[in-house]
């Protein structure tokens, strides 16, 4: 099994294999792409879109179905190239108000709180489906979502990033009673599976009509009845040339958020933690020197690498570590890899919580740099700071379940217990 075998992935992130492949060249062919597996190449990729575009193929390992799919997926900030790109991530910044991130913020620390003190008396909890509601609050946030709908990011993440897994595909967990009209409606043209099962494609735009539909009506209430919520702010802000944000591109940017932004924390929680009851010395450090929180996050985050690899699509004819790639090649950058780069890292397979410096890429790098790096790792603090607060030493109380997926490494339930 390789490493684009989905079924791999149900075992485990193949570091091994991995690691075996950039020693034998920094750049190797896989199947029809380029696989880019140094922390130094996978840098060069990502700062440089004129020469290695996001635009062209899209960002994903598989190609597009259609034209027309092609076409739909370019309409993304995260499959768009310069000028455009940056015309719509500069939007976006400035809504990322300086006071709409430090409301976010502290909400952040209570909701973690909360979260934890629900369970804390019970001694035992599933800590991925506990995880999982903490970003789903934070979308809320930013959208200015009605709380009672916010699973139905849940479901939509579920269903996009998931569809190698049967069980995520068909993801339905929204109780129609229970959230607004607006939801209501959206779920009214829910797909539903087919004969043999399987729903239709949720990277298209056909495969998702619920997402949309929610996403058009809230931008439409949105610059009707503005709030003070970070999109909100993005669709009365007028750009220097005198532009606003459409509605097709806020329906696409609530898409990115809402799958995007929601499921590469979700699996960044559990992980996180996996790699603490892993590593039960680092885990004790960490309890008895609560200051090195932020560098335990960090290495958290190159240790699990949620986002395994993206996609570009080379422009012309090029030399990356001594390998001709062809314009018109993929060329794929594995942050699994690059994050554990000898080169980069001293013993990389090492978890340490004290790691500095920790120059990881789960982020990305260049233009495309996440966005939602800042409150991440906001959420990644006050989630591990209410463990360590409410629950202390936790340790395993079962097999942990991992998302069938060769894109984003997912923990689906991590069930720990702990001294009430």
Not at 17 to 42: I, K, M, Y
Not at 104 to 122: F, H, K, N, P, Y
Not at 213 to 231: C, F, S, T
Not at 235 to 248: N, P, Q, T
């Amino acid at each position: 099994m390789g490493i684009t075998d989905p079924d791999t992935y149900v075992r485990g992130v193949p570091y091994d294999e991995l690691a075996r492949l950039r020693r034998e060249s920094p750049v190797v062919r896989v199947g029809d792409f380029w696989a880019v597996l140094t922390h130094a190449d996978v840098r060069r990729v990502l700062r440089d879109p004129g020469l290695f575009s996001s635009q062209l193929g899209g960002t994903q390992i598989r190609d597009p179905a259609s034209e027309a799919d092609l076409a739909y997926v370019r309409r993304m900030m995260l499959n768009m190239d310069p000028p455009e790109h940056g015309r719509l991530r500069g939007l976006l910044t400035k809504a990322f108000t300086p006071r709409a991130v430090a409301k976010l913020a502290s909400q952040i620390e209570t909701w973690a709180q909360d979260l934890i003190g629900a369970v804390a008396d019970r001694g035992e909890c599933d800590f991925a489906a506990v995880a999982a509601d903490l970003p789903l609050r934070t979308l809320a946030g930013v959208f200015g979502v009605p709380e009672r709908d916010r699973r139905l990011m849940y479901d939509w993440s579920n269903r996009v990033i998931g569809y190698q897994d049967a069980e995520y595909a068909v993801s339905s967990t929204v109780d129609a009673a229970s959230v607004s009209d607006l939801a209501r409606a959206a779920l009214a043209v829910r797909p539903a599976p087919g004969p043999d099962g399987t729903m239709p494609d949720p990277r298209t735009r056909a495969g998702m009509p619920d997402l949309y539909a929610y996403a058009n009506a809230l931008g439409e209430h949105k610059r009707e009845h503005p709030g003070d919520d970070v999109m909100s702010n993005l669709m009365r802000h007028v750009g220097d040339d005198g532009g606003r944000v459409s509605l097709a591109e806020f329906e696409n940017l609530f898409w990115l958020f809402s799958v995007a932004g929601n499921e590469t924390l979700r699996n960044g929680l559990p992980g996180g933690l996996l790699a603490l009851l892993s590593h039960p010395a680092q885990y004790r450090r960490l309890l008895a020197d609560r200051s090195l929180l932020p560098s335990a996050v960090e290495e958290m985050l190159r240790w699990w690498s949620p986002v395994m690899h993206f996609r570009r699509t080379a422009t012309a004819d090029t030399r990356l570590s001594d390998v001709d790639i062809r314009a018109g090649d993929k060329v794929v950058v594995w942050f699994s890899a690059a994050n554990r780069d000898p080169a980069a890292f001293d013993d990389p397979d090492a978890f340490d919580v004290g790691r500095t410096p920790n120059d990881h890429l789960t982020f990305g790098h260049g233009p495309h740099f996440c966005l939602g790096a800042q409150l991440a790792r906001v959420q990644l603090r006050a989630m591990f700071g209410a463990v360590l607060d409410r629950l202390g030493f936790v340790e395993l109380a079962g097999e942990p379940v991992r998302l069938r997926s060769n894109f984003q490494n997912g923990l689906k339930s991590l069930p720990i217990r702990w001294a009430r």
